[in-house]
């Protein structure tokens, strides 16, 4: 079976911290069953000087986010929505919006 949720996609964070914000994945992990969200679950990390010339210092970086947390936002409903599996004539299987049945363009 097929993500429901890929590369590229527009998500919105369902549940967590970051409820209600949207972004973009940039990756996704699928033995953790995460994904990597753009602008959404930022940390602060604690980082020691590797080089020389490396500086050290708190850092604030993106983590991957439980795929369970997050939603497709569908650009044509403009509201979350989940993602369903449409079987075509040729055989081809896309995915499509649940609400308004838009095929989501494969990457």
Same mark, same amino acid.
């Given at each position: 079976?097929?993500l429901k949720i890929r590369k590229g996609d527009f998500?919105?964070? /369902?549940?967590?911290?970051?409820? !209600?914000?949207?972004?973009?994945?940039?990756?996704?992990?699928?033995?953790?069953?995460?994904?990597?969200?753009?602008?959404?679950?930022?940390?602060?990390?604690?980082?020691?000087?590797?080089?020389?010339?490396?500086?050290? !210092? /708190?850092?604030?970086?993106?983590?991957?986010?439980?795929?369970?947390?997050?939603?497709?936002?569908?650009?044509?409903?403009?509201?979350?929505?989940?993602?369903?599996?449409?079987?075509?004539?040729? !055989?081809?299987?896309l995915r499509c919006c649940a609400g308004c049945q838009e095929i989501i363009e494969p990457r």
């Amino acid at each position: 079976m097929g993500l429901k949720i890929r590369k590229g996609d527009f998500v919105q964070v /369902i549940k967590g911290k970051d409820s !209600g914000k949207k972004g973009r994945v940039i990756r996704v992990y699928p033995k953790e069953n995460r994904a990597l969200v753009e602008g959404v679950n930022f940390v602060k990390k604690h980082v020691r000087p590797r080089k020389i010339d490396q500086q050290g !210092g /708190i850092v604030s970086m993106e983590k991957p986010v439980p795929l369970a947390n997050l939603k497709y936002f569908c650009m044509k409903c403009g509201k979350p929505t989940r993602v369903r599996f449409r079987l075509l004539p040729d !055989g081809n299987k896309l995915r499509c919006c649940a609400g308004c049945q838009e095929i989501i363009e494969p990457r």
